[in-house]
């Protein structure tokens, strides 16, 4: 069963990918990210750890709290 926080996250990470007009693919290669690695996440199928999150953020051009701005 995945978590609803592990949702939420893949959901604002997916969010800022289509805003910023990325495919996967694209926001794997500026993150350092393989692009199933990236879906994973988009899907909530798994964890990323704090440093990975910071990873997503700076490739975002944002800071941790921006990125972590999502609704409940």
Do not use: C, W
Not at 3 to 17: C, D
Not at 37 to 49: A, H, K, L, Q, T
């Amino acid at each position: 069963m995945k978590e609803p926080i592990l949702i939420k996250f893949g959901q604002r990470i997916r969010a800022l990918r289509k805003e910023r007009g990325l495919s996967q693919e694209q926001l794997a290669e500026r993150a350092g990210f393989h692009r199933n690695y990236v879906g994973m996440i988009e899907r909530g199928e798994r964890n990323p750890s704090l440093l990975n999150i910071e990873v997503f953020a700076k490739t975002f051009g944002m800071s941790l709290s921006e990125l972590f701005n999502v609704e409940d």
